[in-house]
């Protein structure tokens, strides 16, 4: 779906090439500071969220495969991420972890389109 589309490793791609983004620590020491890996968890979740409410007519097996997709890129996250994703998130992170969710909402408002429409043309 999206995780094998050539758009989602040129944004994997483009997550590594921009690590320095990350290698900043957060000036916060709260004990309870959002970490970057939950700040991509957080907001890949509304941005999924996002696409299955613009898409009301997914079924239960749409949206099980949507799900599974979005475990997948969380553990490429992870993978990319490892030496700083449990560090405290800054403005500047949350800023690029921004970007870079709507851009996968983007890989998957397109999977889902073609999805849907493959679905349409096997009922006509």
């Known amino acids: 779906m999206v995780t094998e589309a050539d758009s989602y490793a040129y944004l994997i791609n483009y997550l590594s ?5 990350f290698s900043t620590p957060s000036a ?3 004990a309870h500071a959002v970490t970057i890996m939950g700040a991509f968890e ?3 979740a509304v941005q999924i969220i996002q696409v299955c409410g613009q898409n009301p007519q997914l079924s239960a097996n749409d949206r099980n495969q949507i799900i599974k ?3 997948a890129v969380m553990f490429d996250l992870e993978e990319v991420l490892a030496a700083v994703g449990q560090r405290p998130v800054n403005t500047q992170q949350l800023e690029f972890i921004h970007e870079l969710t709507g851009l996968l909402k983007n ?3 397109i999977a889902i389109s073609d999805m849907l429409t493959k679905q349409q043309q096997q009922v006509s």
């Open 17 to 21: 090439e921009n690590l320095g983004v």
């Open 28 to 30: 916060e020491k709260s």
């Open 42 to 44: 957080e907001q890949l």
């Open 69 to 71: 997709e979005v475990d």
């Open 107 to 109: 890989l998957f408002d």
